[in-house]
């Protein structure tokens, strides 16, 4: 078991060290000297059975700090250490009964005392399993699921792991227990994009988001904020789903919905900048990148005053499908076959990359009434001038519904690799019309560019 100490006086470190390798030599004690590098090591070298604050930490408030630990690990113990009047004054009274198990030792420190609250401690983490936390797991048994998904539920009925090495994984979430958003983005702070189910959970949960996202979407009145915050969350269980399953009715269905809720939320608002302006791009990743595609798309259909249902569906079904195979997310940094940051991922990773359009083209004919999509979507990376892949094809072999698409796409994947200010806006449409500007591009370019600076 491991035990965390938070303390900025080093020579306290070395008394803790003592007294814990005379009375407890099983328990491996960390030191850290402020609630930042604390929170580093209770998110990535856990789990700890033990979390001691000093109260007389001078940067921090030790109260303070306790609930940030709290808020991001979960229920747990916490021992305050230090003199009386320190603790007196600045450890809260409601944060110290708020676990049965939270403890004070004093200082100067009483050897007899100090074993008995470690003790107690130690024996709520066995209760718990903590050191049975961290297991050896074969890769084959569990499957990644995108960190974004936590956000949809406070509690899952199942355990959920973060991998530590290839073969180690550490149960972060316990099965029916709730948990915080907080923690979540503690992980995802530090660029951890995938959290791991087994795979019959990992299919349930996608099932149980489903159902989320569909009642989200057909709830008469919601807020932009809310119907963005479903459509992302959407286009991301899309992907997944599709990745490790497969095209299913329930995935047809909520591609649908997302394609309808698009145009009517577009028609409900007098602009459609003022639409656009609104849908969070924070992340650019696939999720994202698919839903202001199709927000794109559809202002680019309605500046053009095309009313067909059928390019309105095939359209949005692009923007969904586009990056599916893709299964590493940091390849959105990549603008083309000939990118020289192309070479820097996996050989394996390449070859994703350059057959994602066909692959993503083939999934696309498994859907029932979207003539066509699989075309646009196979030339998602085809330039005017014949340089894009993987087909080589120039302007005049493209169709106006191709076209449109690209622009979109294109627009919104330099948007995320670039900037996202204003400025950032005008400049790639700017750069957009020295490639673009020439046969079936140019009207949608034109649409694309009022949408944008308007």
Same mark, same amino acid.
């Given at each position: 078991?491991? #035990? ?36 580093? *090591? ?41 003199? +009386? ?43 718990? &399993? ?7 797991? @074969? ?68 099932? @149980? ?59 409900? *608002? ?47 079904? #692009? ?9 590493? +997310? ?12 192309? =070479?820097?991922?996996?050989?394996? &990773?390449? @070859?994703?990359?350059?057959? *994602?359009?066909? =692959? ?11 003539? +066509? ?7 998602? *990376? ?12 120039? #302007? ?27 400025? @950032? ?30």
């Amino acid at each position: 078991m491991k #035990a965390l100490y938070i303390c900025d006086n080093k020579e306290e470190w070395t008394t803790l060290n003592r007294l814990f390798a005379g009375n407890f030599p099983k328990v491996e004690l960390i030191c850290c000297l402020n609630g930042n590098d604390a929170l580093d *090591h209770l998110s990535y070298e856990g789990p700890f059975a033990i979390v001691m604050i000093e109260a007389s930490i001078r940067e921090e408030n030790p109260t303070t700090l306790g609930h940030k630990i709290l808020e991001t690990v979960g229920e747990r113990p916490i021992i305050f250490m230090g003199s +009386e009047v320190h603790i007196k004054d600045r450890v809260d009274n409601d944060l110290y009964n708020g676990h049965p198990i939270n403890g004070i030792i004093y200082t100067p420190y009483d050897v007899e005392n100090f074993k008995s609250v470690i003790s107690s401690t130690l024996e709520w983490a066995k209760k718990e &399993e903590f050191e049975e936390s961290i297991e050896e797991i @074969d890769r084959e048994e569990l499957l990644p699921m995108r960190i974004r998904n936590f956000y949809m539920f406070k509690v899952v009925p199942y355990d959920v792991y973060l991998e530590l090495t290839q073969t180690k994984f550490i149960k972060i979430i316990k099965r029916n227990q709730p948990y915080t958003h907080a923690k979540i983005q503690t992980y995802a702070k530090k660029n951890i994009k995938n959290l791991y189910l087994g795979k019959n959970d990992f299919i349930k949960m996608l099932e @149980d988001g489903i159902e989320k996202v569909t009642a989200g979407l057909s709830q008469k009145g919601a807020s932009l904020k809310a119907i963005f915050g479903n459509q992302i969350r959407g286009a991301l269980i899309i992907q997944q789903y599709i990745r490790a399953i497969g095209v299913s009715d329930d995935i047809q269905a909520l591609c649908s919905l997302i394609i309808d809720t698009t145009d009517k939320t577009i028609r409900r *608002h007098e602009t459609i900048s003022e639409v656009v302006g609104q849908i969070p791009f924070k992340n650019g990743d696939f999720a994202e990148q698919a839903i202001l595609t199709s927000y794109y798309c559809e202002a680019i259909l309605h500046n053009l005053g095309w009313k067909s249902d059928l390019s309105r569906k095939k359209l949005g079904l #692009a923007s969904l499908l586009q990056d599916t195979t893709l299964s590493n +997310e940091d390849l959105i940094k990549v603008t083309g076959a000939d990118d020289p940051n192309l =070479q820097m991922f996996t050989r394996e &990773e390449q @070859d994703e990359y350059l057959a *994602h359009p066909i =692959q993503a083209a083939e999934i696309a004919r498994q859907f029932q009434g979207y003539s +066509e999509a699989d075309f646009i979507i196979a030339q998602q *990376h085809e330039k005017p001038n014949g340089t894009g892949f993987p087909f080589g094809v120039t #302007a005049n072999k493209m169709t106006a519904h191709s076209c449109a698409f690209i622009l979109a796409s294109t627009y919104v994947s330099r948007l995320a690799i670039t900037g996202k200010s204003e400025a @950032d806006k005008i400049r790639i449409i700017e750069q957009l019309k020295v490639d673009y500007n020439i046969g079936n591009f140019k009207e949608p370019l034109s649409a694309l560019e009022k949408t944008v600076r308007t």
